[in-house]
């Protein structure tokens, strides 16, 4: 279409027809209030036989007018408020008292006295009218929202998340969503509406409920829901069946990733299934105050977490060795909140190099020396063995001489449990590191112990990680055997237990964690599901070489010790000459040998008691003298000298 100039007529713009269809919305609304008002005088009229007098009828298009003009400044016809809200209920009482105080003020003039009460009444009659129509309508459009192509779904929560959850999937026609019931804690809320949608019960009655209401799974409509609350629904239903979701915190929708928050931010106590101990104490203090404190491997996820409680208890100097430049960037970041890469306490050095070490040791004069610094991830080690011989064996062997040589006054070495009657390449070149540990423990009379302890959840490479990663793409999520299980601590745990060895251990000694009862990790794997509140399938992949269907603490010959502590076993193992291993650069049938000596020799009792110097395995140690250079801990008080108490949520 042409004007008149014979250019095309301009299009409209894109809210005109919606502006259109607000301003009839508002008309409609007047008019319907305008007829109300006709109406109830009227019906009074009608209904009581009063007979009025012309001046009289002068009243009714002025309280027409009122209404309308009242109703227009409490924003009653621009649409502020949604038809038939609270809000707009409260600005339309408002409009209502008004009009009721105007009428009775006009029974002082006597023409009108006798017939105010009668105007009153029509007024409230015209209130109510106004009211039941605007509900209505809002009932009939409310109906035409309702979804019906959804998934049945049953929510968890009737608080005012789960009421707004219900409400948002009611008036949405297109809602992937149908909310059939709710289950809430709250005794109370049981057999209420929400909504339209009936409180059938609690949570322990989840699976009646699903099962009763047809649904096809459970969104979870509470803040900030303890892990505790998803783990327990999951044990309740057919995780096969029935999908677990979660509706985000407002924080997480602000995010980019809404599905799994970082993932050291998740209280994964609830999936290992037993307390967290505590991982700071006042001790730690007297440990490591005044004095340089040196961890090699400090840009891993043990060895930072290590930095960060370290330089929280005022260490003369913390020294912060790792050969990975970037890893030492992000960890002087976190403590510093600048990554200047200026510090001398940053020492970029690899293990494997003695004389490097050498150097390190001798400008720095380390008091204390935490070696965290592994290869750990056991497959790539099953395919690479020379690898693990030369970092594992040989560079913990270079810190330990290092450390001997220039005085270190106290050296913790972190193994794991997989050095425990091993069967692969990482937990035979880790018993080879505490057997040297513990070499040099007699050599210098010093405290020089091993740590050893399960998988961290949350450091790098770690199943939870690999796992999140999974759930993020959807899945499937990737499980060595159904019945595979494994001992699993927190990263604090692991520092706890790494600095509570440093204070405590005596030497020689490897400490081993009460890490409670092993986790199966398909259990694992459900649990984090329900956290992350996505269901994904689990493919079952085999074990590889090397691996273990069930962790073990201790090697057959170490199973009679016992804790003294309620937290951690002492396990004595013997002695290794590093003279009796080959160098660096052997071929892999001299390290299989030497592993075959130093592992295989070592499990048997009579060896094993020949090597600790007379010290059979019935029992532990007496801890050596403490360095008059440290301060003086009292080792007889156990866990307690530290303040380690299993704390956390059951």
């Known amino acids: 279409m042409k004007t008149l100039n014979g250019l095309p007529e301009p299009l409209s713009a894109p809210g005109d027809k919606r502006r259109r269809r607000l301003y009839s919305s508002s008309l409609g609304l007047a008019c319907i209030d305008a007829a109300a008002v006709v109406v109830s005088w009227f019906l009074v009229v009608s209904l009581f036989g009063r007979v009025w007098g012309g001046e009289f009828f002068l009243l009714l298009p002025m309280l027409i007018i009122g209404q309308l003009a009242l109703g227009y400044l409490l924003s009653l016809y621009r649409n502020r408020y949604e038809l038939g809200s609270d809000h707009e209920l409260r600005n339309q009482g408002m409009a209502a008292a008004v009009l009721f105080t105007g009428a009775a003020l006009a029974g002082v003039v006597p023409e009108y006295r006798e017939d105010i009460p009668w105007l009153l009444l029509a007024l409230l009659f015209a209130q109510a009218l106004m009211v039941f129509t605007r509900q209505l309508i809002r009932v009939v459009r409310q109906l035409r929202l309702v979804p019906v192509s959804g998934e049945p779904v049953v929510i968890v929560g009737a608080g005012d998340l789960g009421a707004s959850l219900v409400s948002q999937m ?36 989840i699976a009646e409920v699903v099962a009763s209401s047809g649904a096809d799974g459970v969104i979870v409509g509470i803040a900030d829901a303890p892990a505790k609350v998803f783990a327990s629904l999951v044990q309740r239903l057919d995780s096969e069946q029935i999908w677990v979701r979660a509706v985000p915190s407002p924080l997480d929708m602000l995010s980019s990733d809404v599905g799994i928050a970082d993932i050291r931010d998740l209280d994964v106590t609830d999936l290992i299934g037993r307390p967290a101990a505590e991982p700071e104490s006042e001790q730690i203090s007297q440990l490591v105050e005044g004095r340089t404190v040196l961890v090699t491997g400090a840009g891993g996820s043990i060895g930072s977490e290590l930095c960060r409680i370290i330089s929280r208890h005022g260490p ?25 890469m200026d510090s001398p306490d940053l020492v970029l050095a690899d293990i494997r190099d003695l004389q490097a070490l050498d150097q390190v040791f001798a400008e720095l004069k380390p008091d204390i020396v935490v070696h965290a610094a592994a290869l750990k991830h056991l497959p790539m080690l099953e395919s690479y063995p020379a690898e693990g011989w030369k970092t594992n064996v040989h560079g913990s062997l270079n810190v330990l ?22 069967s692969s390449e990482l937990g035979r070149s880790k018993f080879v590191a505490e057997r040297f540990t513990a070499h040099f423990a007699a050599a210098t009379g010093l405290p020089y112990v091993s740590v050893r302890f399960g998988n961290v959840l949350g450091s790098r490479g770690s199943v939870l990680i690999s796992f999140a990663d999974q759930i993020r793409r959807g899945g499937p999520l990737t499980v060595t055997h159904p019945d595979v299980t494994r001992f699993f601590m927190t990263i604090p745990e692991a520092c706890l237990l790494v600095l509570r060895a440093a204070a405590l251990g005596g030497s020689g000694q490897t400490q081993v964690l009460d890490m409670g009862e092993p986790v199966r990790i398909v259990d694992l794997a459900k649990r984090l599901m329900a ?22 603490l201790f090697s ?20 290794l000459d590093p003279e009796a291993v080959p160098d660096p650069t052997a071929s892999l049938e001299a390290i299989r040998n030497s592993y075959l000596i130093a592992v295989d020799a070592a ?18 140690r007496e801890p050596a003298a403490v360095s008059e250079a440290l301060p003086d801990i009292d080792l007889d008080r156990g866990a307690e000298a530290l303040g380690l108490t299993a704390q956390g949520r059951a």
Not at 174 to 203: E, F, M, N
Not at 605 to 612: C, F, R, W
Not at 613 to 620: A, I, K, L, Q, V
């Open 531 to 552: 956290v992350a509140g996505r269901t994904c399938p689990i493919v079952y992949t085999g074990l590889r070489a090397g691996e273990k269907m069930n962790e073990e």
């Open 316 to 340: 003369r100097r913390l020294i912060m060795l790792d050969r990975d430049e970037s890893e030492l960037h992000s960890l002087c970041m976190s403590l510093e909140g600048r990554a200047l």
């Open 603 to 620: 499990g048997t009792p009579q060896t094993a008691a020949a090597a600790a110097d007379g010290h059979g395995d019935t029992g532990p």
């Open 170 to 205: 009611m008036a949405d026609p297109l809602s992937p969503y149908r909310p059939v019931a709710i289950v809430d804690d709250d005794p109370t809320k049981v057999r209420q509406l929400i909504h339209g949608v009936p409180v059938r019960g609690t949570t322990r009655s």
């Open 401 to 422: 001489k290092a450390a001997q040589k220039h005085g270190v006054g106290r050296f913790v070495n972190i193994s794991t449990d997989k050095a425990a009657n091993p």
């Open 556 to 575: 057959p010959e170490e199973l009679g010790r016992t804790s003294e502590n309620g937290v951690s076993w002492t396990v004595d193992v013997p002695p």
